[in-house]
């Protein structure tokens, strides 16, 4: 196994320790909404997936 194999696997084992936080799964996940949306009508913006997310926040978020 070369040098680089080791550090490449090395560093694997060390990505399966990361846990993300809230944040960084919030914009993976509302990325992952646009790029899927988008493909299916070119009018979805960013700001749209941004202001449906944090609407449907809201409405969780209430009693």
Do not use: C, K, W
């Not at 846990?19 to 909404?33: D, I, K, L, M, N």
């Amino acid at each position: 196994m070369s040098m680089n194999e080791v550090r490449l696997n090395e560093l694997i084992e060390a990505a399966r320790l990361v846990r993300p936080t809230y944040e960084q799964r919030e914009a993976q996940r509302r990325s992952f909404v646009y790029g899927n949306t988008h493909l299916e009508n070119e009018l979805i913006s960013r700001e749209m997936v941004d202001r449906a997310a944090e609407a449907l926040q809201r409405e969780t978020e209430q009693p």
